[in-house]
């Protein structure tokens, strides 16, 4: 310990242990009443330790007040609360606690009412606003503003850490107490942030948008070594590399989240229902989709659409994996799988690759709920709806001469899902429920689909032809061409543009088939 740290050194005399979490206070109660501390509390907690032996004064004897409409007022009172903000140090401060009979309080222990998992498991607005927590925050914050004399303890965690400081130094140090301090402020903003946002829930844009996240992983870099980085878990519960499970395997990167949550979400368009699915991303885009009868099978069709890029990449699949599954995913270098689950065998199949990260998310996304999406720029953030847009056969208008037929139509709503994952501009090739090659990211629409007919090259193609799905209309009729070009028999776009004239008469021309949807899916 410091010189400076000796000269902050604050004993802890009183404590206040007031938490909805009772996970570790048993514990803590004890130790603290082993050092000589005087515990104070509240409710139930008082019931607790009072149940388990332990010397325990209620604040309402503190007080002098009962608790009173239905424990919404217990707390709030000169004496706890200039307990908490009185500064030591000031002689002023002194002499009014003296007058008040208002006793220091050293230590605050406070979490609070579980408003996040009363949203999550969607209880009644009723019910939800009573656990909207309002004694508790204002303890945390006094303490936590007056740092230089008390420490305060928001999680549960923390409890062997402070519990260890009292024990090494007989108090509790200004760097601790401010570090303490920092994490209060953090815990209050991000609850008053799931509130906020809960009460906006059905408000096109607030005036304000509050958003937080918990930590959950340093990363040792960003996108770059020079980038220092790490993951933060919203309060969202959608199912996914944040909530996921960690098997096996080395611990993630910066990438490997970003990547491992793009294919995650694209996988998620194919219920399990329809058939096996898997999906492999490089850099965020999709290399390779298909779907089959197996997981091993759905897997070699999607290899199948650009090996090379799938190297090094990410596998995501729609069902529980099996060992046939895992054993063709491991015979191609993969840097994460992620499945909603896996048995036994696959786990084992896995686990001969000690690098490889294997994630079980416990279900798949939901690819039609609402949510939010957020991207920073320069001095803002933009906020908007999760692109949750999604077409069916119904929805389609046929605006050629000639329809598509059956196994088109299939090829074609199998293309656009897949295209909504696809950087814009966005081309897929697709045929007989498979990728058969993706042009992501070109300046030019023209380009995106020279890039796809060129992947479909040089892959094993086959017998049959292609379908096209454009993520956005074509300005011109080139791109149209550009689809005949690759083989294309039938398009779906969105339409729009004020060529589309000049573009239906390119697609009957050239034979194709094409479709509007009416949906955009530009994916920046």
């Known amino acids: 310990m410091s010189l400076h740290d000796s000269e902050d050194l604050r004993p802890v005399r009183r404590a206040l242990l007031s938490v909805s979490d009772k996970a570790g206070l048993l514990d803590l109660a004890r130790r603290l009443a082993a050092l000589g501390v005087a515990l104070v509390s509240t409710g139930a907690s008082a019931g607790m330790l009072r149940e388990a032996g332990l010397a325990v004064t209620e604040v309402a004897e503190v007080t002098g007040s009962p608790e009173m409409l239905g424990g919404r007022v217990k707390t709030l009172h000169p004496r706890i609360h ?7 140090g000031d002689a002023g401060h002194v002499a009014e606690m003296a007058t008040h009979g208002i006793a220091p309080i050293d230590l605050v222990a406070v979490n609070l009412y579980p408003f996040e998992a009363t949203v999550a498991r969607g209880a009644s607005f009723a019910e939800t606003v009573e656990q909207i927590d309002v004694g508790g925050p204002a303890m945390i914050r006094a303490a936590a503003k007056n740092h230089a004399d008390v420490a305060v303890l928001t999680d549960p965690a923390d409890y062997p850490a402070l519990l260890a ?25 991000e609850y008053d942030a799931a509130i906020s946002g809960w009460l906006a829930r059905d408000e096109e844009a607030p005036a304000f948008r509050a958003l937080t996240g918990r930590i959950a992983q340093t990363l040792r870099y960003g996108e770059n070594p020079h980038q220092r980085a790490a993951f933060y878990r919203t309060a969202e519960t959608r199912p996914g590399v944040a909530t996921a499970s960690q098997v096996q395997g080395k611990e993630l990167s910066y990438n490997n989240i970003a990547d491992t949550d793009a294919a995650y979400e694209l996988v998620a368009e194919f219920d399990a229902a329809e058939g096996a699915a898997v999906v492999i991303v490089k850099h965020a885009n999709p290399c390779g989709v298909a779907l089959g009868a197996t997981l091993a099978e759905a897997h070699a069709r999607a290899l199948a659409c650009d090996p090379v890029s799938a190297f090094g990449g990410i596998v995501a699949v729609n069902r529980p994996l099996d060992r046939a599954a895992a054993e063709a995913i491991v015979e191609v270098f993969t840097e994460v799988v992620i499945a909603p689950d896996a048995d036994e065998e696959a786990k084992a199949i896995f ?13 798949l996304p939901d690819a039609r709920a609402p949510g ?9 953030l933009l906020v908007q709806d999760r692109d949750a847009g999604a077409v069916t056969a119904a929805d389609l208008r046929i605006v050629t001469r000639r329809a598509p037929s059956e196994t088109e139509l299939a090829d074609l709503l199998f293309a656009w899902r897949v295209a909504k994952h696809v ?9 007989g429920g498979a990728t058969v090659g993706v042009g992501a990211g070109q300046m030019s629409r023209v380009d995106s689909a020279r890039t796809a007919a060129r992947k479909m090259s040089e892959m094993a193609q ?5 379908v096209l799905a454009s993520d956005a209309f074509f300005p011109f009729a080139d791109g149209l061409q550009a689809a005949a070009e690759a083989g294309a028999t039938a398009v779906i776009q969105p339409g729009g543009s004020m060529r589309d004239a000049e573009v239906i008469a390119a697609a009957d021309a050239a034979g194709l088939a094409m479709v509007f949807t009416g949906l955009r899916h530009f994916r920046h």
């Open 82 to 88: 200039g307990g908490i903000l009185g500064k030591r």
């Open 165 to 189: 400081e009292l024990e090494a130094t007989g108090g509790t140090t200004g760097a601790f107490r401010r570090g303490l301090a920092r994490k209060a402020f953090a815990r209050t903003a």
């Open 351 to 363: 686990a001969r690759k000690g690098n490889l990260r294997l994630l079980l998310a416990g279900g």
């Open 372 to 380: 939010l999406a957020w991207k920073q720029v320069a001095g803002g």
């Open 423 to 431: 950087k814009s501009n966005a081309i897929v090739l697709a045929q």
């Open 462 to 466: 086959p017998p049959g032809a292609p």
